[in-house]
């Protein structure tokens, strides 16, 4: 006898497909805007259509979706389209991630600054190639952030359903670009600490990846405190636990799945916990080999290798992992407090579970 294999949170409710049928539609109208106004705007379209339509998880908009209808929200197309926006806000912070991080790849495929620079080289135009792909990629990224408001807003909700979930769109958006730029200050500054490294996780990604598109979606459905409390309380340690998992695919993840170059945290010189978890745990010399390759853009295969069997040794990747299962287990316990929808509630347990077990 053979079972079906469950169905991912993701695809329940045609999900992930609804969110593309809006992501596409969207899209369309937004093409044709562009090339009536220059034919030099098509690239434009096909890289935000590429980038956007051609890979992520769409875990935001399903948290989203499922905080929805977990504080009784009714379905509908109108809704999915309006989270869908979500997708548009991750697209620009990654987009400008990699222009920051100096990224060749993203999904295994050029990085937005790099197929831009290699169009500027390909056609042989004036100037400096790279910054062209640098010019585009902040462009490209921004103009994602203003699509994303734009499908919000046109996704036929109520005026006043909108309004609602305004200030959550808006903080999140605030949250997750003040947290790139802590990044950025962080690897300038080269503050290893523990504490350092979970704030600039808590709002470069663990808030705008669960508590605020929960937030959102419990916003659209007008629920009341005591889901939001939940939600906060489930959404925190489950976002921190989602970019720790993120922090040990970007030192040990399989470049076949993350598609990205293997030890790529490294020689960006993230501070990110596990790397403060391991400072902490080396001895002396260890720190120095730890601190000599870190931010290091040629470190090669065999560096990547010598720091990975060192981060491993001194016990920081179980540590992490453990505080991973801990965050978990907290964010879980937090959504067991309050009445939800039981397809709903049991769609928020799995999808904890897919964050912060995945290997891409």
Do not use: N
Not at 157 to 162: G, I, K, Q
Not at 304 to 318: D, N, S
Not at 322 to 337: G, N, P, V
């Amino acid at each position: 006898m053979t079972h079906a294999a469950p169905v991912s949170p993701v695809d329940r409710a045609g999900l992930r497909q609804r969110i593309d049928k809006s992501l596409t539609e969207f899209l369309a109208g937004q093409r044709g805007w562009l090339t009536a106004v220059d034919d030099g705007l098509v690239p434009v379209a096909e890289a935000i259509e590429a980038f956007v339509l051609g890979g992520g998880k769409r875990l935001r908009p399903a948290f989203a979706y499922w905080g929805y209808r977990g504080a009784g929200g009714v379905d509908s197309d109108q809704v999915v389209s309006a989270l869908a926006a979500l997708e548009f806000v991750q697209a620009s912070a990654l987009i400008h991630d990699d222009l920051m991080d100096r990224s060749d790849t993203r999904r295994g495929e050029p990085a937005v600054h790099r197929r831009f620079a290699a169009r500027h080289r390909a056609a042989g135009w004036g100037g400096d190639p790279d910054g062209f792909g640098d010019a585009a990629a902040i462009l490209l990224g921004d103009l994602c952030l203003v699509w994303s408001d734009e499908l919000l807003h046109s996704a036929g909700l109520d005026p006043r359903t909108v309004a609602r979930a305004r200030p959550v769109f808006d903080e999140m958006r605030t949250e997750v670009t003040v947290g790139q730029y802590l990044d950025v200050l962080t690897q300038a500054t080269g503050d290893t600490s523990r504490e350092r490294a979970g704030k600039v996780a808590r709002y470069k990604s663990a808030k705008y990846t669960v508590e605020r598109p929960l937030l959102l979606g419990a916003a659209l459905a007008d629920a009341p405190a005591e889901v939001h409390a939940a939600y906060s309380a489930y959404g925190l340690p489950l976002g921190e636990a989602f970019q720790l998992r993120d922090d040990v695919l970007g030192v040990f993840g399989d470049p076949e799945r993350t598609g990205k170059p293997a030890g790529d945290d490294l020689r960006e010189g993230k501070r990110t916990y596990l790397v403060a978890v391991a400072l902490e745990a080396v001895d002396e010399t260890g720190r120095d080999q730890l601190l000599g390759g870190l931010g290091d853009p040629g470190l090669d295969a065999d560096g990547v290798t010598r720091l990975r069997e060192l981060i491993t040794a001194c016990g920081a990747l179980e540590r992490t992992e453990r505080r991973i299962t801990a965050l978990t287990e907290s964010a879980l316990a937090a959504l067991a407090t309050v009445d939800l929808d039981t397809e709903a509630r049991q769609s928020l347990v799995d999808l904890a579970i897919a964050a912060t077990r995945r290997t891409d």
